[in-house]
């Protein structure tokens, strides 16, 4: 079955660096969008970044230029790179995989969700 485990979170203070993984396995990993989201006590989970089979990368604004989304097929990993941290980025993080449109165009409602990790971010 489909499995994602994340890892990476942490505690570190204002304008640090933290970078996630997430280990992907029971699919192929190389075809499916693959995506981060984060929900933040008493707010709506959103979107971070996603990437898709080809490559293609779409951040969301709060984090462009901060954070970097990738993804290493041959370990079945995706990650995300984060610099530059706020306070505002406190939140749960999920990683999450769905097929999409041939994987190729994402869709905004992921079938596959990690359990997710911790980042705090102190000021």
């Known amino acids: 079955q489909v499995r994602l485990v994340e890892s990476g979170g942490g505690s570190v203070q204002a304008g640090g660096s933290l970078r996630l993984s997430c280990a992907a396995s029971g699919f192929t990993f190389s075809t499916y969008c693959m995506g981060w989201f984060r929900q933040a006590p008493g707010k709506e989970r959103e979107g971070v970044a996603t990437?898709?089979?080809?490559?293609?990368?779409i951040y969301a604004a709060s984090v462009k230029g901060r954070f970097t989304i990738s993804k290493d097929n041959a370990r079945n990993t995706l990650y995300l790179q984060m610099n530059s941290l706020k306070p505002e980025d406190t939140a749960m993080y999920y990683c999450?995989?769905?097929?999409?449109?041939?994987?190729?165009?994402?869709?905004?409602?992921?079938?596959?969700w990690g359990q997710g990790t911790q980042v705090t971010v102190s000021s």
């Open positions: 990437i898709n089979k080809y490559g293609t990368i």
């Open positions: 999450a995989a769905d097929a999409g449109v041939r994987g190729v165009i994402c869709r905004s409602e992921y079938n596959y």
